[in-house]
């Protein structure tokens, strides 16, 4: 069965067995606004055709913001678009954006550890945080870590929406962000960011 057949949380728990909680965990890591960054997205709202399918949601609003944050982690980070996740024949399919470790071999090699997966939706927050855990729960699987914190991002483009899974808990945080804020909403995926390239690094820690 592929993500898309996830239609609620409620759903994907009964399932996989997840407790679910709502509950703020998100913090704010500062990380400055371009001024270049904001006028573009201003032409883009006053003349651009953003918002009329899921597509252009990704394209127009959501991989701008997570490549602005991205440029900063790339040495250890890869940020992948539309790439096919498959752990199983129940958990399959096309998270919009993934965040991977980057291979030593090149940005061609999809690699794991997975850190986020974010999900586009019109509007549809449940449907959207139903197929975001899927994901999340099949990301955890293929890294084969528990301990490991996997966050997940669902967006309508306008409205930014956090979760959290952690071996058999999965936390929603309590408030939401905007694209109307950037700078605040700059600061949250920046931790999200930063927390992902944190547990990288005491992975390879680990090995020495």
């Not at 040495?75 to 199983?88: A, F, G, K, R, V």
């Amino acid at each position: 069965m592929s993500f898309s057949n996830y239609k609620n949380i409620a759903i994907v728990a009964k399932e996989f067995q997840i407790k679910y909680i709502l509950a703020d965990f998100i913090q704010e890591l500062k990380f400055p606004v371009k001024p270049t960054f904001q006028e573009e997205l201003e032409i883009l709202f006053n003349d651009g055709v953003i918002d009329n399918s899921e597509a252009a949601i990704c394209e127009n609003l959501i991989y701008p913001v997570l490549k602005e944050v991205w440029k900063t982690y790339r040495q250890n980070l890869t940020l992948w678009s539309h790439q096919t996740l498959i752990y199983d024949e129940n958990l399959s399919g096309q998270p919009d954006y993934i965040i991977t470790k980057r291979n030593p071999l090149g940005t061609i090699i999809f690699d794991q550890p997975f850190f986020l997966v974010v999900q586009a939706k019109q509007d549809k927050f449940e449907e959207g945080w139903g197929q975001c855990l899927a994901e999340l729960i099949a990301v955890q699987k293929i890294n084969n870590d528990f301990k490991q914190r996997i966050f997940g991002i669902v967006s309508n483009g306008i409205i930014w929406q956090f979760g959290l899974l952690q071996g058999a808990v999965f936390t929603r945080n309590k408030t939401f962000y905007s694209l109307q804020n950037l700078e605040q909403l700059f600061s949250v995926i920046n931790y999200v960011f930063s927390e992902s390239n944190l547990q990288l690094l005491e992975k390879k820690s680990d090995l020495f």
